[in-house]
C-alpha cells in the first residue's frame, strides 16, 4: 500500500523546494520499495487568502490520517498587516499544537565541500556536527498570561514562560536517545541563574541523566553556549534547551553551516509521528524565480524515511547524493562565496542533479 504524506507547500519559496523534494522522497522511497500517496493542503498566507485563516481544521485531521507531513515554509510581507491572531505563523505554531509536535530536532552539520561557505574560519567550523532538540509546544510562545494593555504612553505587554516536569522530562528523553545514537553527550541549555522555570529545568534533566549513564551531561548558560558556537562549535553534540532559547541558537548553529538553504528539521509528537521542514523562511524575495535552494527540504525528507519509516538506508543515499553533488561543485546563490563568480544552478536543476546522483547510486 501506499503510504500517505500529507504536503503543505505554503508560501514563498515553499512550493518550490517542496516539489523538489517530493520528486528525491518518491525516489529515495522506490529504492527500498516505498510508495507514497501525496495529498497536497494549504497553510499560512495562501491559507488566508484562501479561506480567511492559516490553518483550517480538514487540514490538522488530513495530518493526523497520514505517516508524515512535509511543509515548505510560511509567511510574507503581503501579510505583515494582519492582526497577530491570523498573520501565517499562526497556522506553523497552530499545527504543532494540535498534532503534538514538542519535539523539534535540528541537526546542523558542516560538510566538507562547504568549510569555506561558513562566516567563521575553516579551522573553528571543520568537523562540526551537532543537533539542537528544542521543545517546541511549551515555553513562552504559549504560556498565559500573555497580551498587551494600556494606550500610548502607558502600554504595557506581557508573556509567560511556563514549563511543567512532564513537558521537560519528556524532551529531555527524545535528547539522551538521540545522543546514544550520536557521541553521547548533552549539553542542557539554561537560564538558571536568573529564571524558576530554567531552575526546575536543571533539576528535571539530573534526574533523567540518572537513566543514561553511557552518556555524558553538561549544563550551559545560553549567553555563554551562544558565544561557545561561534568559538569552539565541534564541542557539541546534542544541545536539549526550550522553545525560545532553542529557536535562538538553532538559527545561529544553521548559519555556521553557511547557509540556512541547508538546514533540515524534524518536529516529532509522541509515538514517533512527524511534521519536516526546511529551517529558512519563505524568502518572498526569489518566490518563483527557481533562484532557492531545496537542500535543505531534500535533507527534511531525508529525516522523514529515516524517522517515520524507519528507512535509514534510503536516507543515508539522499544524503550521500547531496555531498555528491555539492562535491562536484555545483552551489545555489546562497552557497557562493563573497566575490565568487562560478556558475549557479537554479532550484529544479538543483533538485535534478540530486535525482542523478541517487541514480548513479
Known amino acids: 500500500m501506499a503510504e500517505r504524506i500529507v504536503l503543505l507547500p505554503g508560501d514563498g519559496i515553499g512550493p518550490e523546494v517542496t516539489e523538489q523534494a517530493r520528486r528525491v522522497l518518491v525516489a529515495a522511497g522506490a529504492k527500498v ?3 507514497f500517496d501525496f495529498v497536497e493542503e494549504s497553510i499560512g498566507g495562501c491559507s488566508i487568502d484562501a479561506y480567511g485563516t492559516p490553518l483550517r481544521d480538514e487540514v490538522v485531521e488530513a495530518c493526523r490520517s497520514s505517516r508524515a507531513v512535509l511543509l515548505g515554509a510560511v509567511g510574507g510581507p503581503k501579510w505583515d498587516d494582519l492582526p497577530v491572531d491570523i498573520r501565517p505563523e499562526k497556522g506553523l505554531l497552530g499545527i504543532r499544537k494540535a498534532l503534538g509536535l514538542f519535539a523539534n530536532l535540528r541537526p546542523a552539520t558542516v560538510l566538507p565541500a562547504l568549510v569555506d561557505a561558513s562566516a567563521l574560519r575553516p579551522e573553528i567550523v571543520e568537523g562540526v556536527d551537532m543537533l539542537v532538540v528544542r521543545e517546541l509546544t511549551g ?4 504560556g498565559e498570561p500573555r497580551g498587551r494593555s494600556g494606550e500610548r504612553g502607558n502600554r504595557s505587554a506581557t508573556n509567560a514562560m511556563a514549563y511543567d516536569e512532564h513537558e521537560i522530562e519528556r524532551i529531555t528523553r527524545v535528547a539522551f536517545e538521540q545522543a546514544r545514537l550520536r557521541r553521547r553527550h548533552v549539553t542542557h541549555v539554561h537560564k538558571a541563574n536568573v529564571l524558576d522555570v530554567s531552575q526546575l529545568w536543571v533539576e528535571v534533566v539530573d534526574e533523567v541523566a540518572r537513566d543514561y549513564p553511557d552518556v555524558e551531561l553538561a549544563h550551559q548558560l545560553v549567553d555563554s553556549c551562544a558565544m561557545l ?5 565541534r564541542r557539541f553534540d546534542v544541545i536539549v534547551t ?3 532559547f532553542g529557536d535562538i541558537l538553532s ?7 553557511g547557509s540556512l538553504g541547508m538546514l533540515p528539521s524534524a518536529s516529532l509528537a509522541v509515538g514517533g509521528f512527524g511534521l519536516f521542514e526546511p529551517v529558512h523562511g519563505s524568502a518572498p524575495d ?3 524565480k527557481d533562484l532557492a535552494n531545496p537542500l535543505a527540504a531534500i535533507q527534511s525528507v531525508a529525516m522523514l524515511l529515516e524517522t517515520s519509516f524507519g528507512a535509514k538506508e534510503a536516507a543515508g543515499s539522499i544524503r550521500r547524493a547531496v ?3 555539492l562535491d562536484a561543485g555545483h552551489r545555489s546563490g546562497d552557497l557562493l562565496l563573497p566575490g565568487e563568480t562560478r556558475e549557479t544552478v537554479g532550484c529544479r536543476r538543483m533538485g535534478e542533479l540530486v535525482l542523478e546522483a541517487l541514480d548513479r547510486a
Do not use: R, S
Not at 515555553?139 to 504559549?142: D, L, S
Not at 558556537?229 to 562549535?233: A, D, N, T
Not at 538559527?251 to 553551516?257: G, N, S
Open 229 to 233: 558556537l561561534v568559538q569552539e562549535p
Open 33 to 35: 520499495g516505498l510508495e
Open 323 to 325: 555531498a555528491a553533488v
Open 139 to 142: 515555553g513562552i510562545y504559549f
Open 242 to 244: 526550550g522553545n525560545l
Open 251 to 257: 538559527d545561529e548553529a544553521a548559519m555556521i553551516t
Open 286 to 288: 526569489i518566490a518563483g
